[in-house]
């Protein structure tokens, strides 16, 4: 039987079923999924039961996968697999963060509107985010869509964006929260990278915005003006006409397109319910100035 795609927003969210992503998927099955993708930028595919190998299997069939941040710190005990982000509340025995660990309070940049590695030089193309445990409330993921927003901007707004360079860096977005404890191998992997706020899209030929709570500066422009910019840009892109939010049920796979969305983590109660949550990152094919042919000095 083939797939089936159900819209949930018109164009923006959609379910699939009849699939079953643990298993080696037919040439058919891919090339539907890969066009509803490219149309719809999040996919959610309830009740797929994986392990983080099958997980991980059915991520490269998008491309090369990412290694998770936690590696960048040499006293870091990983949970998971290196190529597996782990952005549930657990530490490596499977207990409960408790309310002042450095992994609880990192992960809470989830919570600030972002697309993932935007603050690598080759950012990420894709997520793939499974749930194996989660709060019986609270806890949702909101996703906005970066293309729909930059369709409804002033043409005045597209002109003042087109060809700007933003520096991002995951620092930025945790300093934003107050967090600062990064050692001397974070601050060498995490030093700040240079995207395109604007981009066109290879496959849908769309344009999308492209920003996160990662970028700390916009090149050639005053600090507070383009703090000023980032702030408006994000707050007309995350109007609720542009937002979908998924409430998730265990087993859901939600796979985005981070090269056209933003999403962020919503709050639960996080010393009291365990939220296992597992994800695997494809990177994008090319640097974002590339993409767009934008030449850029080194910083
Ligand atoms: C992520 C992320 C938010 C959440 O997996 O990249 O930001 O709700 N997750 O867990
Ligand atoms: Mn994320």
């Keep these: 039987m083939a797939i089936t795609v159900q819209p949930t927003t018109p164009s923006f969210a959609a379910e699939v079923g009849d699939v079953d992503l643990a298993?080696?998927?037919g040439p058919d099955d891919l090339a539907a999924i890969r066009?509803?993708?490219t149309r719809y930028a999040v996919l959610v595919f309830p009740d797929q039961h994986f392990d983080d190998d099958s997980q991980l299997d059915f991520a490269r069939n998008f491309g090369p996968l990412e290694t998770t941040v936690f590696k960048a710190r040499k006293e870091h005990k990983l949970r998971l697999h290196e190529n597996m982000a782990d952005v549930g509340n657990l530490d490596a025995e499977n207990r409960i963060l408790t309310t002042n660990d450095r992994q609880r309070l990192y992960n809470l940049g989830n919570r600030l509107w972002h697309t993932d590695s935007s603050f690598k030089r080759l950012p990420a193309y894709c997520s793939l985010l499974h749930a194996r445990s989660i709060p019986p409330i609270g806890g949702h993921t909101e996703f906005a869509?970066?293309?729909a927003a930059y369709d409804a901007l002033p043409d005045a707004?597209?002109?003042r964006i087109e060809g700007?360079?933003?520096e991002h860096s995951i620092m930025h977005s945790r300093a934003k929260l107050g967090f600062a404890d990064f050692d001397e191998g974070e601050r060498e992997a995490f030093r700040p990278v240079p995207q395109v706020m604007a981009r066109r899209l290879q496959d849908s030929g769309r344009m999308s915005l492209y920003i996160a709570s990662h970028i700390g500066a916009i090149r050639g422009m005053d600090d507070a003006e383009a703090k000023a910019l980032v702030e408006e840009l994000t707050n007309h892109a995350t109007q609720r006409q542009f937002v979908y939010s998924h409430r998730w049920r265990v087993n859901d796979l939600v796979i985005w397109d981070d090269r056209c969305t933003m999403h962020r983590g919503m709050d639960f109660d996080d010393q009291r319910y365990a939220r296992d949550m597992r994800r695997a990152t494809v990177s994008d094919v090319a640097p974002t100035c590339?993409?767009?042919?934008l030449a850029v000095a080194a910083e």
């Design 290 to 293: 590339e993409q767009m042919g």
């Design 23 to 25: 298993r080696p998927l």
């Design 145 to 147: 869509d970066m293309r």
């Design 157 to 159: 707004t597209k002109r």
């Design 35 to 37: 066009a509803a993708f």
């Design 164 to 166: 700007l360079v933003a």
